[in-house]
């Protein structure tokens, strides 16, 4: 069993930067994140492998999110810069049970409530 918790997001201009984290309780592997915006189905953002050495991105989040890790913590945090409206929805951490990297939604078995990202123009 494991137990996501998110925080970290909140209203941001455009150009601004947040930070995400999720702190898992339990035995973790590879960690995702998700977003669901306003109309949209659920996508995926940034994956990171258990041992934090492979790092999956969406096209859009490339170059300007990073993902990373502290299994001491076992909390994954993601640092979003350069933010733009397009970026708001509800943020998801995500885990799958396997060490290596995966970014489809249904190789992830628990996911944390979410947390709400809104950047304004």
């Known amino acids: 069993q494991v137990q996501l918790v998110e925080s970290g997001g909140g209203l941001v201009q455009a150009g601004g930067s947040l930070r995400l984290s999720c702190a898992a309780s339990?035995?973790?592997?590879?960690m995702g994140w998700f977003r669901q915006g306003p109309g949209n189905e659920r996508e995926f953002v940034a994956a990171?492998?258990?041992?934090?050495?492979?790092?999956a991105y969406a096209d859009s989040a490339k170059g300007r999110f990073t993902l990373s890790r502290d299994n001491a913590k076992n909390t994954v945090y993601l640092q979003m810069n350069s933010l733009k409206p397009e970026d708001t929805g509800v943020y998801y951490c995500a885990h799958a049970p396997t060490y290596g990297m995966v970014t489809g939604q249904d190789q992830f078995d628990y996911w944390g409530q979410g947390t709400q990202v809104t950047v304004s123009s």
């Open positions: 339990g035995r973790t592997y590879t």
């Open positions: 990171i492998s258990w041992s934090g050495d492979s790092t």
